[in-house]
T-cell receptor, first 110, second 118 residues
Framework: DAKTTQPPSMDCAEGRAANLPCNHS???????VYWYRQIHSQGPQYIIH???NNETNEMASLIITEDRKSSTLILPHATLRDTAVYYC???????????FGEGTQLTVNP | GAVVSQHPSWVICKSGTSVKIECRSL??????MFWYRQFPKQSLMLMAT?????????EQGVEKDKFLINHASLTLSTLTVTSAHPEDSSFYIC??????????????FGQGTRLTVV
């Protein structure tokens, strides 16, 4: 699975959009971009995934660049409960493993 | 999303004893289950992958005789930490997917089990 690079930490004001970047320059054509988050002392929570089109669900939006070498997870109106470590993971859809990097610690401030 | 339940949420055991952690998929059949370990301020590290009815595949450096994994049914996998030592104290997390041929779900995670060996 391709390696991803994320900033170690980010801050966001409550109510504002949080934009979390991820670089995956070695992504292959059959690899998807997945986003998970982990709130302190809990198991990771699935957020969203995509292949090449932008995706949106009730939690977030995923914007993937045309060359697919980077993506951005957008939380449109961040709340204090969105404070967590966010992991960007690239893998083949039928692949069995999820390899977690260090992720981005997002802190939403009041 | 689908629900994966782990039990217990936390456990304290004496050094040298064994501890069993259960992972259940509550509303789907998990053909594949994964076990992770997470030390404080670190990311999740995959320990092993198990498919229902077959032996688990362990990651390099993980002792299969120490961390026994059983995936005997499509809804239950267990991880037994044998002869636990203080250095085994960690946060253990399971995840599960339904993967059958063309159909594949994203992985869903349990809430984790905090193991403390004293």
């Amino acid at each position: 699975d391709a390696k991803t690079t994320q900033p170690p930490s980010m801050d966001c004001a409550e109510g504002r959009a949080a934009n979390l970047p991820c670089n995956h320059s070695t992504i292959s054509g059959n690899e998807y971009v997945y986003w998970y988050r982990q709130i302190h002392s809990q198991g990771p929570q699935y957020i969203i995934h995509g292949l090449k089109n932008n995706e949106t669900n009730e939690m977030a939006s995923l914007i993937i660049t045309e060359d697919r070498k980077s993506s951005t997870l957008i939380l449109p109106h961040a709340t204090l409960r969105d404070t967590a470590v966010y992991y960007c993971i690239v893998r083949v859809a039928s692949g069995s493993r999820l390899t977690f990097g260090e992720g981005t610690q997002l802190t939403v401030n009041p | 999303g689908a629900v994966v339940s782990q039990h217990p949420s936390w456990v304290i055991c004496k050094s040298g004893t064994s501890v069993k952690i259960e992972c259940r998929s509550l509303d789907f059949q998990a053909t594949t289950m994964f076990w992770y370990r997470q030390f404080p301020k670190q990311s999740l590290m995959l320990m092993a992958t198990s498919n229902e009815g077959s032996k688990a595949t362990y990651e390099q450096g993980v002792e299969k005789d120490k961390f026994l994994i059983n995936h005997a049914s499509l809804t239950l996998s267990t991880l037994t930490v044998t002869s636990a030592h203080p250095e085994d104290s960690s946060f253990y997390i399971c995840s599960a997917r339904d993967h059958q041929g063309w159909y594949d779900t994203e992985a869903f995670f349990g809430q984790g089990t905090r193991l403390t060996v004293v």
